[in-house]
T-cell receptor
């Protein structure tokens, strides 16, 4: 069964600094998606960034980038120039490329990120 | 642009009562998902619909839970004879999938927070 592990329950970073959130996953599949979702306090979950496993190039969205290591099954999120608005719970998630009967998005337990002014 | 909406946002009920939640997806999205999120955990998949067809149900979805999407637009999730263990955030998400097989990014609603006393 596929699993997603986020080993850092909480992290803190100084405003304007860079922080990296870790995520590892386990799967025997070769075609899948990986996601980072952000859930601010009392607000809805939004997609931060998405990576297709067949793409070797790491995805980037403005200040957010990933380090995707397929062989190591690692998918870390780097936030550059951290801002107060980045404070949230961050979830790493996995989904197969093709939906099938046993398919769903699997989320990690999350990492709570604090931004220190 | 209206994103995914959910109603109500909060629900307090007594054990044994029935509750019903509603989700309105993004209008052109053909897939709709329900998740449950407990404190300190990532969302856990419950069920999903492709248009009006319910294609997958998690083992987490006991017989007391039922979901419908009668016209392929909004969806309802009903919990009968609620138990204290049902207390959680219930999240709805939707996606536009060009074919039955492909996975696409899910967009989440704000959730319905249920407290069973």
């Amino acid at each position: 069964a596929q699993t997603v592990t986020q080993s850092q329950p909480e992290m803190s970073v100084q405003e304007a600094e860079t922080v990296t959130l870790s995520c590892t996953y386990d799967t025997s599949e070769s075609d899948y998606y990986l996601f980072w979702y952000k859930q601010p306090p009392s607000r809805q979950m939004i997609l931060v960034i998405r990576q297709e496993a067949y793409k070797q190039q790491n995805a980037t969205e403005n200040r957010f980038s990933v380090n995707f290591q397929k062989a190591a099954k690692s998918f870390s999120l780097k936030i550059s120039d951290s801002q107060l608005g980045d404070a949230a719970m961050y979830f790493c998630a996995y989904a197969l490329l093709l939906m099938n009967r046993d398919d769903k998005i699997i989320f990690g337990k999350g990492t709570r990120l604090h931004i220190l002014p | 642009d209206t994103g995914v909406s959910q109603d109500p946002r909060h629900k307090i009920t007594k054990r044994g009562q029935n509750v019903t939640f509603r989700c309105d997806p993004i209008s052109e999205h053909n897939r709709l998902y329900w998740y449950r999120q407990t404190l300190g955990q990532g969302p856990e998949f419950l069920t999903y619909f492709q248009n009006e067809a319910q294609l997958e149900k998690s083992r987490l979805l006991s017989d007391r839970f039922s979901a419908e999407r009668p016209k392929g637009s909004f969806s309802t999730l009903e919990i009968q004879r609620t138990e204290q263990g049902d207390s959680a955030m219930y999240l709805c998400a939707s996606s536009l999938s060009p074919s039955r097989a492909e996975t696409e990014t899910q967009y989440f609603g704000p959730g319905t927070r249920l407290l069973v006393l």
